[in-house]
């Protein structure tokens, strides 16, 4: 099965790796919904910006299963003041394959 890469800035990728952030959220673009509906995943592949080579697995990758999305209506400073709809991707369980990532 296919991989759903998303490339992250440094805090929300620290957030992820800490456990703190449990979710990550894309804006309802046809972009996004092309690679999400009816679209299946094995793995969600977190990398902090772009890094050379893929990344090195807790450092700048973080590989969690895929759980699939939702959509949901949120406020966040990152899109702005208004209220946006965005896919929340859940990033909340390490994948078997890395489990202690």
Do not use: C
């Not at 209220?83 to 991707?89: H, T």
């Amino acid at each position: 099965m296919a991989d759903l890469i998303i490339p992250v800035k440094g805090i929300y990728f620290d957030q992820i790796a800490s456990g703190e952030k449990l979710e990550e959220y894309r804006l309802v673009t046809p972009f996004w919904i092309k690679r999400l509906r009816n679209r299946a995943y094995d793995r969600v592949i977190l990398t902090r910006g772009y890094p050379k080579g893929g990344g090195v697995e807790g450092e700048t990758r973080l590989t969690r299963q895929y759980r699939g999305e939702i959509i949901r209506t949120i406020t966040h400073p990152h899109f702005g003041a208004a209220p946006v709809m965005v896919y929340a991707i859940d990033v909340s369980h390490p994948h078997k394959d890395h489990p202690h990532v």
